[in-house]
């Protein structure tokens, strides 16, 4: 029955997705209610296990390709932080989604690869070994592409271009770190601490380091590592809800969380440690945190601001990762959850402006708070917690990851510490610049401009709202959520 | 500890004021009524704290943030004076602003604003670790922000942008320091003397030092110490006078509380004497008050003349403390107060005259003292204690700054100290008492005939009075507040 | 002797027979004489497989009972077996495929001689893998050059006659080194069967006579095939070849014909040469490196073609190139990851060139990217089969191509020299195919420029729907279930030795 509960949320949406390419066009109020079915349906079964079975499960093999190469499904602690909050995501992004695709062409499309993505997202977070995990981040980007295509436009066609040479490029020096795991470790299985045999002939210590460092930028794509980034502020063409849980969560969140895999759970942090390969990939994450945020001061197109902003809060996860120590995996989780709701929250927030208003630009939105009330102070919360100002979940994990930076000590934990505290003031530049004009519109702007513009309904609504609440709840209280992350780290957690 | 609840009430309280008049805005209510709520809450928030602050050494815990941030609330000499100080001038300015924001909009905004950051100082004031400092020093800061931007126009707004940017880049200069010195036991409660953890730092010096020295720079930005002090003549002068007031005379002792608090309750004294960062720091702020003073003196916009004059007073403090002595931090104490209220007196005047003609420049103000005598007679003396002539509040702070200069054993700055101080007060006569002069005396040519008066109300004139009379009072009646600072002083030295 | 035993020589003939039957025979009759015999030579194929599976060894058969050293034998293990079996699949499943484009691109006189010319091949190339003696080996190659070139030309338009003549120039070159280096063989061991020429050349080894003309055999052979099975840098007959014929014979050329010059080339070096000599013999290195260059190159004048027939043909100069360059890592594990790379690319290159005719179909048949915008909506079949395909070619999970880029970076870890160079190549080589592969893909499914009528989907054959469907099948077997075949291999490359 437990194995059954980890692979069915992981089958039932993709099965669903394709299903729904069967029902016809024409019937384009049952997508929704099918979609929301299928997901409601995969969240309450992830919540099954991780409320109920967790520990007992060993884990669910579905097939094996070849030799070692088995799917295989377990969910450990990483796996249920991942899950459970994808499984939390979702259905409120699917709610979102409903009212911001109501009257689209190719609704049942969107839905259909939009559950898909659901299905194969959890499949990244159960995977129990990095094949399987290489499986789904393949398949991530097979079903998330039609997403990225779906207007059709021009600009649609090259930014989804992009993203899949990217993607696929990406994958092909992750897989080189497959090969090299299958080869020299003891088992694929993740396994705290890594999983490398130096007793296997021909291990020599450098060439796994380079595999490890391609492998990393491999990852290092989806999770927009500079120089590899550059698809994540050309898929914002993208419909707001696929920007917001795709480009902002669900698929650069599975890179970040690949890379953690990957560190250490396949090669060991341990072995890492103070390696040239260490400093080299703390080094880029560095260079993308001061990139992303400078660059997210620089655009004004709003989408893309904030994709920039994605940019740089996921080199912070990494920051996090790369620091090679529990502290530092715990830190990078708080952060993958924490910014996961600030930034679904500000994206659905913008979406919202640009389904209500039709504005895209940050320089349009002069008074739009008056406007929109609900909608910009959940705004405006986000922004806050984004830049790290205490009391909001955002504080909580910079603390950690600054912690866990000084920890590492030496000139690159000064570093660390200074970059996230440059990003953190570009942050606040880019996300306070947007309120001040929200609320303080310059005098003399036209105000019946923004004549019949007014809140969305409930169905986008809510789910900002309670993203909000989220994060003011995380700000608050995160105690309990953070033993949890340093069990996890520490290995106690499975 | 024992946990004692009442210390919320003062924190909380006008928050709460403050988010209810900002609802009040779309009631359908009389202006009058909307004020005496306004009204109310600041007499209030007076009472309950000085009700808190005669409660003697207590302390209350809020909530456990994380592991190892708690936020908690205690009451010390140091957290009586700023929240005694603040809480007293809010009232006060509070009337002018109730006249003065009439010909302004959004009243009920600027209110509830205004009535938010009163908690959020006070909430600083009792602040009993830095991480808890550190989360109300947030709040302060965009909470005031709204004050800077009231009157919406392109200017206003860009330098609220600036000050905002200043004060986040400040207080994440300051994290940076909070960052590197929580594993040494820096993120416990405040104890006069320092609470790092010697078996920790030791071997750890340069990072030590390093840290202190950001986080002085950091909160330093607050109190307009250069090289971060850029926002501070942009961003006073354009908010509404009683903001600007406040501003300029509060919250920039906010950045000191937190320096003082930093250097004095966190690191301790004695860790950073005769170390590189209190001769860097000594150095910034003899640059601050030199350069503020000159800047202040070439100004002709009046209240943009001011700021330059609070950026060089703040740096007065700042100097005092930077001395690690005893006398020069009595002084600084002292001075504390002192030039609260003599700022907060400048800036209401200076809006009491635009808010009558609308005249924005020195020059503009010849024989203004014919017009508004009681204005300019609060505006004079006032001039003449930040000068520091005696017998007024300012010479004494001055004088214990330049004692404890002398006798603080710091070569080159005991003397150059003094000697700076003294070329900053000729400069200070140089920039404020042209005023008095032409407004007083506006020379023969001055056409009598247009002369009209226009004093303002009552509500404006009587905070000024008050003030002015409190700056000069206390000039010959220094005991109490000398008292409090010796006290604090004592156990830190 | 087993009944079974039999079969490889009744395949060999059963084929060659039909060949010779359709030429009195009418289209459509040799049509299906064709497609019976080709269902036939998979049954026994299977059968060959599942005995050799069974006994665990191989066995050799003398045709014509001419004793050694003079006879003609052929010899058939797991790999032969494995090998013709997948061959048949391939073949039936393009010749399905292709089937109505066969009747409307051939001269309705001629189409008998098509089927001829398929049976031609099918023959010479099951000989070719089921051979035992240099000079069978040779004649057979030369039968399946003229049936080759027999296949480019029967479209007969201007772009086949000089692609068959390019072709045959190649062809014909490569074939003449292979018959040098035969005689040289010859001379310098007296044998032309398989196992008594390896005893002798391993004494000439041993002896260390003859250092000089062993290499040049080793050298001659290894080009002279390589010419024929189109590895950088002698691919230049490939784009045009391909690119042109009719759907069936491309898929057929570009999945079978040069494989099977490859798969003798393997069996050559193994059952002949003896691989240990041809390792130490550095001309593997030389494969090598003109294998990793061919992926490179290959993908990069992919890249840059706007016919998409022209891009799917040079993306088999990329894919041959992976297969030289698993052979040049000189491993048995490179060696087998070759193989199984015969049989990636065989099912994922005739389903692409399947599948892209179906798109073709749906826009007015042309094969431009522009025209081909939107057809995947118009020929789902096809387009989901073309995508599939091109997901493989990149290395997706589950398919075929990840299975074996995954062997092929498992052999390079394994040649420390070799290792950092492939895989490199590999990562480098997977991106442009994703380039290529993938824009295509996108722009299929991308809007059209113009309308097309609702007719245009009815354009489109049931057979080539069905024969797509059967390609994603076999890839999908390929990709999830590759274990079994993967130890046929290992099974198969240790009885050569």
């Known amino acids: 029955m437990n194995q059954l509960l980890l692979v069915a949320p992981v089958l039932l949406p993709i099965a669903g997705g394709i299903l729904m390419l069967m029902i016809p066009e024409k019937e384009a109020r049952v997508h929704p209610i099918f979609t929301e079915l299928i997901v409601l349906a995969s969240s309450a079964m992830i919540w099954a296990v991780l409320f109920t079975g967790r520990e007992q499960g060993n884990g669910a093999v579905l097939f094996s390709m070849a030799g070692n190469l088995k799917v295989f499904f377990r969910m450990d602690g990483m796996g249920a932080v991942f899950s459970g909050l994808v499984s939390v995501l979702w259905p409120l992004a699917t709610l979102y989604a409903f009212e911001y695709m109501e009257g689209d062409r190719r609704g049942r499309e969107f839905f259909a690869f939009y559950t898909m993505t659901y299905g194969v997202t959890l499949g990244i977070a159960l995977s129990g070994n990095l094949v399987t995990l290489y499986l789904f981040y393949e398949l991530l980007t097979l079903v998330t592409f039609p997403l990225v295509l779906h207007d059709r436009t021009k600009e649609a066609i090259r930014a989804s271009r992009k993203y899949l040479y990217y993607s696929i490029g990406g994958a092909a020096f992750a897989f080189i770190g497959l090969v090299f795991v299958l080869i020299y470790g003891s088992t694929a299985d993740f396994t705290l601490g890594g999983v490398l045999n130096k007793g296997v002939p021909g291990f020599d210590t450098n060439v796994i380091l380079f595999m490890y460092v391609l492998a990393f930028f491999g990852f290092g794509v989806k999770a927009a590592l500079f120089p590899v980034h550059s698809w994540l502020p050309s898929v914002s063409v993208a419909p707001t809800p696929v920007t917001a849980l795709l480009h902002a969560v669900a698929v650069v969140k599975s890179g970040a969380f690949a890379i953690l895999r990957l560190t250490y759970f396949s090669y060991g942090a341990d072995f890492l440690k103070g390696t040239w390969a260490h400093y080299v990939v703390l080094g880029a994450v560095l260079v993308t945190i001061v990139y992303g945020s400078t660059m997210a001061v620089k655009e004004v197109h709003f989408k893309r601001r904030l994709a920039y902003s994605t940019i740089s809060n996921l080199s912070y996860v990494l920051l996090g990762a790369v620091m090679m120590s529990a502290a530092g995996m715990a830190a990078a989780l708080s952060h993958l959850v924490f910014h996961a709701f600030m930034k679904i929250c500000s994206f659905f927030c913008a979406g919202a402006v640009m389904h209500q208003a039709g504005r895209n630009y940050v320089y349009e939105l002069d008074g739009i708070g008056k406007k929109m009330p609900v909608t910009l102070a959940c705004f405006t919360i986000a922004g806050l917690s984004l830049t790290g100002i205490p009391l909001f979940a955002g504080f909580i994990s910079k603390w950690n990851i600054a912690q866990a930076a000084v920890g590492l000590g030496g000139i690159p934990g000064f570093l660390a510490a200074g970059v996230l505290l440059y990003s953190a003031l570009m942050t606040g530049i880019y996300m306070m610049t947007v309120v001040v004009r929200a609320y303080f519109p310059k005098e003399g702007y036209d105000e019946t401009a923004l004549d019949g513009v007014k809140e969305p309904g409930w169905r986008m609504l809510t789910p900002i709202v309670i993203f909000a609440a989220v994060i003011l709840f995380f700000g608050l209280y995160s105690r309990p959520l953070f033993h949890f992350l340093q069990q996890t780290a520490g290995g106690s957690g499975i | 500890m024992e946990q004692d609840f009442l210390l919320l009430l003062p924190i909380f309280f006008p928050m709460a004021a403050g988010i209810l008049t900002l609802?009040?805005?779309?009631?359908?209510?009389?202006?009058?009524?909307?004020?005496?709520?306004?009204?109310?809450?600041?007499?209030?928030?007076?009472?309950?704290?000085?009700?808190?602050?005669?409660?003697?050494?207590?302390?209350?815990?809020?909530?456990?943030?994380?592991?190892?941030?708690?936020?908690?609330?205690?009451?010390?000499?140091?957290?009586?004076?700023?929240?005694?100080?603040?809480?007293?001038?809010?009232?006060?300015?509070?009337?002018?602003?109730?006249?003065?924001?009439?010909?302004e909009e959004h009243e009920e905004r600027f209110f509830g604003f205004y009535l938010i950051v009163e908690g959020a100082l006070t909430a600083l004031s009792f602040a009993d670790n830095m991480v808890g400092f550190y989360v109300?020093?947030?709040?302060?800061?965009?909470?005031?922000?709204?004050?800077?931007?009231?009157?919406?126009?392109?200017?206003?707004?860009?330098?609220?942008?600036?000050?905002?940017?200043?004060?986040?880049?400040?207080?994440?200069?300051?994290?940076?320091?909070?960052?590197?010195?929580?594993?040494?036991?820096?993120?416990?409660?405040?104890?006069?003397?320092?609470?790092?953890?010697?078996?920790?730092?030791?071997?750890?010096?340069?990072?030590?030092?390093?840290?202190?020295?950001?986080?002085?720079?950091?909160?330093?930005?607050?109190?307009?110490?250069?090289?971060?002090?850029?926002?501070?003549?942009?961003?006073?002068?354009?908010?509404?006078?009683?903001?600007?007031?406040?501003?300029?005379?509060?919250?920039?002792?906010?950045?000191?509380?937190?320096?003082?608090?930093?250097?004095?309750?966190?690191?301790?004294?004695?860790?950073?004497?005769?170390?590189?960062?209190?001769?860097?720091?000594?150095?910034?702020?003899?640059?601050?008050?030199?350069?503020?003073?000159?800047?202040?003196?070439?100004?002709?916009?009046?209240?943009?003349?001011?700021?330059?004059?609070?950026?060089?007073?703040?740096?007065?403090?700042?100097?005092?403390?930077?001395?690690?002595?005893?006398?020069?931090?009595?002084?600084?104490?002292?001075?504390?107060?002192?030039?609260?209220?003599?700022?907060?007196?400048?800036?209401?005047?200076?809006?009491?005259?635009?808010?009558?003609?609308?005249?924005?420049?020195?020059?503009?103000?010849?024989?203004?003292?014919?017009?508004?005598?009681?204005?300019?007679?609060?505006?004079?003396?006032?001039?003449?204690?930040?000068?520091?002539?005696?017998?007024?509040?300012?010479?004494?702070?001055?004088?214990?700054?330049?004692?404890?200069?002398?006798?603080?054993?710091?070569?080159?700055?005991?003397?150059?100290?003094?000697?700076?101080?003294?070329?900053?007060?000729?400069?200070?006569?140089?920039?404020?008492?042209?005023?008095?002069?032409?407004?007083?005396?506006?020379?023969?040519?001055?056409?009598?005939?247009?002369?009209?008066?226009?004093?303002?109300?009552?509500?404006?004139?009587?905070?000024?009075?008050?003030?002015?009379?409190?700056?000069?009072?206390?000039?010959m009646f220094p005991g109490v507040i000398l008292n409090a600072a010796s006290a604090a002083a004592e156990l830190l030295f | 002797m087993d009944f079974v035993c039999n079969f490889p020589f009744f395949s060999i003939?059963?084929?060659?027979?039909?060949?010779?039957?359709?030429?009195?025979?009418?289209?459509?009759?040799?049509?299906?004489?064709?497609?019976?015999?080709?269902?036939?030579?998979?049954?026994?194929?299977?059968?060959?497989?599942?005995?050799?599976?069974?006994?665990?060894?191989?066995?050799?058969?003398?045709?014509?009972?001419?004793?050694?050293?003079?006879?003609?034998?052929?010899?058939?293990?797991?790999?032969?077996?494995?090998?013709?079996?997948?061959?048949?699949?391939?073949?039936?499943?393009?010749?399905?495929?292709?089937?109505?484009?066969?009747?409307?691109?051939?001269?309705?006189?001629?189409?008998?001689?098509?089927?001829?010319?398929?049976?031609?091949?099918?023959?010479?190339?099951?000989?070719?893998?089921?051979?035992?003696?240099?000079?069978?080996?040779?004649?057979?190659?030369?039968?399946?050059?003229?049936?080759?070139?027999?296949?480019i030309m029967i479209k007969q338009d201007g772009h086949g006659i000089v692609a068959a003549i390019r072709y045959m120039v190649m062809s014909l070159l490569g074939s003449g080194m292979f018959l040098i280096s035969l005689s040289m063989l010859y001379d310098i061991t007296g044998h032309l069967l398989m196992e008594p020429a390896k005893e002798a050349v391993g004494a000439i080894v041993a002896s260390g006579s003859y250092e000089v003309p062993l290499l040049v055999v080793i050298a001659l052979m290894s080009v002279g095939l390589a010419i024929k099975s189109g590895l950088y840098p002698f691919h230049s007959w490939i784009p045009e070849t391909y690119g042109y014929a009719t759907p069936a014979a491309s898929a057929i050329l570009s999945s079978l014909v040069s494989k099977g010059y490859i798969f003798l080339l393997i069996k050559v070096f193994y059952r002949v040469l003896g691989y240990e000599n041809v390792v130490s013999s550095k001309v593997i290195n030389a494969l090598f490196v003109f294998g990793l260059v061919g992926?490179?190159?290959?993908?990069?004048?992919?890249?840059?073609?706007?016919?998409?027939?022209?891009?799917?043909?040079?993306?088999?100069?990329?894919?041959?190139?992976?297969?030289?360059?698993?052979?040049?890592?000189?491993?048995?594990?490179?060696?087998?990851a070759a193989v199984f790379h015969i049989f990636t690319h065989a099912a994922t290159k005739s389903l692409l060139f399947i599948s892209a005719v179906g798109l073709y179909e749906v826009s007015d048949g042309k094969a431009d990217y522009r025209s081909l915008r939107g057809s995947g909506y118009r020929n789902r079949a096809a387009g989901i089969a073309f995508a599939v395909g091109a997901l493989s070619m990149v290395g997706f999970p589950m398919l075929s191509g990840f299975i074996s880029k995954l062997m092929f970076a498992t052999a390079a870890v394994q040649s420390p020299h070799k290792m950092v160079a492939t895989i490199l190549g590999l990562a480098v080589s997977t991106i442009l195919n994703a380039i290529y592969f993938l824009r295509l893909v996108i722009s299929i499914y991308s809007p059209a420029e113009r309308e097309y009528g609702a007719d245009m989907s009815h354009q489109a054959s049931r057979k080539l729907k069905v024969a797509s469907l059967l390609f994603i099948i076999v890839n999908l077997v390929l990709g999830l279930f590759s274990q079994p075949i993967v130890n046929a291999i290992d099974a198969g490359l240790s009885m050569f030795v």
Not at chain 2, 53 to 62: E, F, H, I, K, P
Not at chain 2, 260 to 286: A, E, H, K, N
């Open chain 2, 23 to 103: 609802a009040l805005a779309k009631a359908k209510m009389g202006r009058k009524a909307k004020l005496t709520v306004v009204f109310g809450a600041l007499v209030l928030e007076l009472l309950f704290t000085i009700l808190c602050l005669m409660r003697g050494d207590v302390s209350v815990t809020l909530w456990q943030l994380t592991d190892t941030i708690r936020i908690s609330f205690h009451v010390d000499t140091i957290s009586r004076i700023f929240a005694g100080l603040s809480v007293s001038v809010w009232l006060l300015v509070g009337c002018f602003a109730f006249s003065y924001m009439s010909h």
């Open chain 3, 13 to 151: 003939i059963l084929a060659m027979f039909c060949g010779i039957l359709s030429s009195v025979l009418k289209g459509p009759w040799a049509k299906r004489l064709c497609l019976f015999m080709v269902t036939a030579v998979l049954v026994m194929s299977s059968a060959v497989l599942a005995y050799t599976m069974k006994t665990g060894t191989s066995y050799t058969y003398s045709m014509g009972h001419f004793p050694a050293p003079w006879g003609n034998e052929i010899r058939a293990g797991v790999l032969e077996a494995l090998t013709a079996t997948g061959f048949s699949v391939i073949m039936l499943l393009s010749l399905l495929g292709g089937m109505s484009h066969i009747f409307t691109d051939v001269e309705e006189t001629k189409t008998n001689l098509f089927f001829i010319l398929v049976d031609l091949l099918m023959s010479s190339l099951l000989a070719l893998i089921y051979t035992n003696d240099l000079f069978t080996a040779y004649v057979f190659v030369e039968i399946n050059t003229i049936a080759a070139c027999g296949l």
């Open chain 2, 136 to 475: 109300f020093f947030e709040v302060m800061t965009f909470t005031s922000l709204p004050l800077v931007l009231h009157e919406m126009t392109k200017p206003a707004i860009m330098a609220g942008l600036k000050y905002l940017f200043y004060s986040v880049a400040g207080a994440f200069m300051a994290l940076f320091g909070i960052f590197f010195l929580a594993g040494y036991g820096a993120i416990g409660s405040f104890q006069a003397g320092g609470i790092l953890d010697a078996s920790a730092t030791a071997g750890h010096e340069g990072l030590l030092l390093a840290s202190a020295f950001m986080m002085i720079i950091g909160f330093g930005t607050k109190a307009g110490m250069f090289p971060m002090h850029g926002w501070l003549p942009t961003a006073h002068p354009e908010a509404p006078a009683p903001a600007s007031a406040v501003l300029s005379g509060v919250i920039t002792k906010m950045g000191v509380l937190a320096v003082i608090r930093v250097v004095y309750y966190v690191i301790g004294p004695d860790i950073l004497r005769r170390t590189w960062v209190q001769t860097v720091w000594m150095i910034l702020t003899l640059t601050t008050i030199f350069l503020g003073s000159m800047m202040a003196y070439k100004e002709k916009i009046m209240k943009k003349r001011l700021a330059y004059s609070t950026v060089s007073q703040v740096s007065y403090i700042l100097f005092g403390l930077s001395l690690l002595h005893p006398a020069a931090f009595i002084g600084a104490i002292a001075h504390v107060i002192f030039h609260s209220l003599v700022k907060n007196t400048l800036f209401l005047g200076a809006g009491a005259i635009i808010y009558k003609t609308g005249k924005t420049k020195v020059a503009e103000l010849r024989g203004i003292g014919k017009e508004m005598p009681v204005t300019i007679w609060c505006f004079t003396l006032v001039s003449i204690t930040l000068v520091g002539i005696p017998p007024t509040s300012g010479f004494v702070s001055k004088w214990y700054l330049a004692t404890g200069a002398l006798s603080s054993g710091t070569g080159v700055f005991s003397w150059l100290g003094p000697v700076i101080l003294l070329i900053s007060a000729l400069l200070t006569a140089g920039y404020l008492l042209p005023v008095t002069i032409h407004g007083f005396f506006p020379g023969a040519d001055y056409d009598y005939g247009s002369l009209e008066k226009r004093e303002p109300s009552a509500l404006m004139t009587v905070p000024m009075i008050l003030m002015t009379m409190g700056a000069v009072a206390l000039g």
């Open chain 3, 295 to 336: 992926m490179i190159v290959g993908s990069v004048k992919a890249i840059k073609q706007t016919d998409t027939r022209k891009m799917i043909a040079y993306s088999s100069v990329a894919q041959i190139g992976y297969i030289y360059m698993g052979i040049g890592l000189g491993t048995k594990a490179g060696m087998a």
